[in-house]
């Protein structure tokens, strides 16, 4: 990442508050996104997300596993992140640890709620097999390829896109088993379930410069921030989750006016979202 | 495409092949034959030819009394140049690009590589560390280059020697991260036996095409070596900063391209009077674009740092900086395209972005991107019938 | 198992024995690098991206000052295996293919052009279907000539195995894990010499050859591909540029 004079941090700072940035883009624009689906053939769901440099792929493997004892009518969900070097030198060998658990759990706290389990956005029931016996683990793997700022949000979109494409393989349970026995479990191969996105959220990320926000920051913009405000909305604007980044104090007031144009702004941004699924969904029908 | 992701419709498609195809059919069909790859054979013809070494001075001028030629014997052939090497008698290429051939000189001219510093360029570095008497710069070559504080204008324009007190005061000309504007220096310090410097001629006049390589380069010919004479030996790239025109770069952005896209010219610091606009092409690829300033204001000490912390008083008017990114965005959509970026064509994407109503921002989408390239692709077929009438 | 059909010769994925798998490259896919490349081959999907020459970064890790300072890293995406991988970095395997990359490249690249300076290369498994190292290599030659870093000669790399007594050609993960045995050649393709080899289990020394044979004749056909891929990349450059 490279460092920014004195003088290009001073150009960055009057475009935003002139709302007018670098590249010429509005203060709560969003930089050219184009997503691609399948791109992981051997997964259950993927996609390919870029986001103006940015380039994250996202892919969702289900495994059968056990329920947790606490839950025994829930699957699980697991989500990783990874930051490959050919993003960034400095992310080799451990040099991106710290970000990419920073990222993952992030996505943890927007789209599976809390420790017990509650206002997870991905409905945990539908993934029960048999109960407290079988049921399906989702590993969620999210891999930065390019990285160019706003890595949250490109990941959150990716992960919402790569869920769109995810088939979950129907299962036939014999029902012969003993109660206290392994159930014996046929995957199918042919018929799959398309997984529910409808209430999967995105991430909007608002990046406070001076005294504006900007929404889908560049890294040259990133490292000019005060704060970020990271609100995970879903498409019937309620909020999913909530992230403050950066040391910066915020006067509650401010955090409130955020939280409300982040609601205005991911309104847009889920619908382009779902037109951008739908072209891509077309095109692998064709 | 590297830069701009760009989900191209099927009409917006068929478009750019069309464009690209006519691109493809201006040039002539030599010129992509001399395309070559890592480890093809050069074709070179064996004729006699004499060359003729000249020793250097120290200012690394050729003056006559310092001059001490000595003829070779006419055993080969062709010089073998850069992004060349020899391998069982045949010339083979260790790069890809393009085959040039100059007066007997055969080497490969790369096209996505690092900078390739030559003498007397003018190139925009960024500031990384500031060491006993000099800063160091990134500016895309495989090190970074040096900028002396000898090398450097001070700020009060008087030429003296550099004092303790000038040592300590580095900081407030230039600290890191700055951006400035300098140019290669005429001496390159260089390893002994590494950079050769030599002149053809053809007996009537010396005829000075000098190639200067840097150290990483090895012109070899038939074993023979250069004397080089008065250099450093730690293989650096040395800059100066001694013009009024050189020094940091403030209120604007910098942009990277590839170097392949900056031609070497007459001029690469270009006041654009009707925008208001600075626009410097470094030769190695770093591009600036910022708002005007009079020359003179460049060196800078820290009273005027402090200028901005009235910030808002202080901004780039929004006029200008419509400009800025217009012609920024213009400089972005060439680079993604690939087309040799000139002042001329700069100014001529961002005006036909005006004319055509086209927002900043859109500048960067798919229906620019294919009108540009549209554009372009008339032009040069304009040129060439200009050409080819001409005559 | 039956990896070669007794009646009609094929494979499991209906392939003949000396036949390579779809071959597929794509230059410049990471925008930030020098130079990058994708490479596939059948369903092993590698991207390699350059970062350099540039100046070194950790001086301590400069051993001779007269050469460039090649560094390598192999990293697994988790989905890229049938089973998750916990680990994707820094686990055995990865770090003796980065060596193996490492070396393999270190022989082609003319070190001595760019004193005191460094080339990062990058290699990220995005789908793993067997003979993930050759195609890594593969990559690498194409970010490496994409950034314009001289070198000797084109590197390329490629496998053969021999199962149910037939030679096999660019094995997939299937035929990989059958127990057989599994030969890497890696060869200078213009210069035709040997740059890397590697083999595991048992092979008798006449059909090692053959097998040996096989893997070689494969890599000269990448080579030739990769050749194509590079010759294209420079013209249309070239007529870009005008």
Request: proline share 3%; with cysteine; hydrophobic share 40%.
């Amino acid at each position: 990442m490279v460092g920014l004079s004195e003088g290009e941090k001073h150009f960055i700072r009057g475009g935003i508050a002139q709302d007018i940035r670098t590249d010429g883009r509005k203060r709560l624009q969003f930089r050219a996104l184009s997503v691609e689906t399948g791109v992981i053939p051997q997964a259950n769901g993927s996609a390919r997300v870029r986001l103006g440099a940015t380039e994250i792929i996202a892919s969702v493997k289900a495994e059968l596993g056990k329920p947790s004892i606490l839950h025994p009518d829930k699957g699980k969900v697991s989500i990783f992140v990874d930051c490959s070097p050919t993003a960034e030198p400095t992310f080799e060998g451990r040099g991106s640890e710290e970000l990419s658990t920073e990222l993952a759990v992030a996505l943890q706290r927007c789209l599976l709620g809390g420790k017990s389990g509650a206002g997870a956005a991905i409905d945990l029931s539908s993934l029960i097999v048999v109960d407290g016996k079988v049921c399906w683990d989702l590993y969620i793997d999210g891999l930065v390829v390019s990285s160019d700022g706003n890595l949250l949000d490109a990941l959150a979109a990716a992960i919402k896109v790569a869920l769109s494409d995810t088939g979950i393989p129907k299962v036939n349970v014999s029902l012969s088993a003993a109660n206290d026995e392994e159930p014996e479990v046929d995957v199918s191969d042919e018929e799959f379930l398309q997984f529910d996105t409808s209430s999967v959220p995105v991430i909007i990320t608002l990046t406070k410069v001076g005294r504006h926000y900007i929404v889908d920051a560049t890294s040259e913009e990133e490292s000019q921030m005060s704060s970020a405000v990271s609100v995970s909305v879903n498409r019937h604007g309620q909020i999913c989750g909530l992230t403050k980044r950066g040391g910066a104090g915020l006067d509650p007031s401010v955090i409130f006016d955020m939280i409300s144009v982040a609601k205005h702004v991911s309104q847009q941004f889920i619908g382009v979202l779902d037109s951008e699924i739908a072209a891509a969904e077309a095109e692998a029908d064709e | 495409m590297r830069d701009l992701n760009l989900s191209l419709n099927q009409t917006q498609r068929v478009r750019l092949e069309a464009a690209l195809h006519e691109l493809q059919s201006l040039v002539p069909a030599a010129a992509s034959a001399a395309a070559v790859t890592v480890a093809d054979t050069i074709p070179v013809n064996q004729e006699d030819n004499i060359l003729k070494y000249i020793s250097l001075s120290q200012e690394n001028t050729i003056q006559e009394d310092t001059i001490s030629l000595f003829v070779c014997a006419d055993e080969l052939v062709w010089c073998r140049g850069h992004g060349t090497s020899d391998q069982d008698g045949e010339v083979v290429a260790t790069l890809c690009g393009v085959v040039e051939r100059v007066n007997k000189l055969v080497y490969v001219r790369t096209l996505r590589a690092r900078y390739k510093p030559e003498v007397g360029d003018i190139i925009v570095g960024r500031v990384i560390e500031i060491a006993p008497k000099r800063w160091r710069l990134e500016i895309n070559f495989s090190q970074d280059a040096v900028l002396m504080l000898s090398s450097m204008n001070l700020p009060d324009g008087i030429q003296r020697r550099r004092t303790a007190v000038d040592e300590l005061n580095m900081r407030s000309i230039f600290v890191e991260n700055d951006v400035i504007c300098v140019s290669t220096i005429l001496a390159l310090s260089v390893e002994v036996d590494n950079c050769f410097i030599f002149c053809f001629s053809d007996f009537k006049s010396v005829f000075a095409y000098v190639v200067v390589l840097t150290h990483a380069d090895t012109l070899r010919v038939i074993n023979h070596q250069a004397e080089v004479r008065g250099f450093q030996h730690d293989g650096s790239l040395h800059l100066q900063a001694r013009s009024e025109k050189y020094g940091k770069l403030e209120r604007g952005q910098l942009l990277m391209v590839p170097p392949y896209l900056v031609k070497r010219k007459k001029q690469h610091f270009h006041n654009l009077a009707q925008y208001d606009v600075d626009l410097i092409l470094g030769c190695n690829g770093f591009i600036w674009v910022g708002e005007h300033v009079l020359v003179g204001e460049n060196v800078k000490t820290t009273e005027d740092r402090q200028k901005y912390s009235n910030e808002a008083e202080n901004f780039t008017p929004l006029e200008t900086r419509k400009h800025i990114c217009r012609l920024a965005n213009a400089i972005r959509v060439l680079s993604a395209l690939g087309f040799t970026l000139t002042v001329e064509l700069i100014i001529e994407t961002a005006e036909a972005s005006v004319s055509s109503n086209v927002e900043v921002n859109d500048m960067l989408g798919a229906e620019f991107y294919v009108q540009t390239a549209e554009r372009e692709a008339k032009r040069r077929a304009a040129l060439l019938r200009k050409k080819k009438g001409g005559r | 198992m039956e990896y070669v059909n007794p009646l009609t010769g094929f494979r499991v994925d209906g392939r003949r024995p000396n036949e390579m798998r779809q071959l597929k490259a794509e230059v410049g896919v990471v925008a930030r690098a020098d130079g990058s490349a994708l490479f596939e081959m059948g369903n092993t999907r590698v991207i390699a991206a350059v970062y350099g020459p540039r100046e070194i970064q950790n001086k301590g890790q400069q051993v001779n000052n007269k050469e460039a300072l090649v560094r390598c890293e192999y990293r697994m995406a988790e989905f890229s295996t049938g089973d998750r991988r916990r680990k994707p970095k820094g686990d055995r395997r990865s770090t003796e293919i980065s060596l193996v990359i490492r070396q393999t490249m270190e022989a082609s690249i003319l070190t001595d052009l760019m004193p005191r300076s460094q080339i990062d290369i990058f290699v990220q498994v995005l789908q793993a279907d067997g003979g993930t190292r050759s195609a890594c290599i593969n990559a690498a030659t194409l970010a490496l000539a994409d950034a314009g870093i001289p070198m000797r000669d084109i590197v390329t790399s490629c496998s053969a195995g021999y199962l149910c007594s037939t030679p096999l050609l660019d094995l997939n993960y299937v035929e990989d894990s059958a127990g057989g045995p599994d030969v890497t050649v890696g060869i200078l393709a213009k210069m035709d010499k040997v740059t890397l080899l590697q083999m595991d289990a048992k092979l008798p020394m006449d059909t090692f050859e053959s097998v040996m044979g096989l893997a070689i004749e494969g890599c000269k056909a990448i080579a030739t591909y990769i050749r194509e891929v590079l010759l294209e990349n420079t013209k249309r450059l070239e007529y870009q540029r005008g």
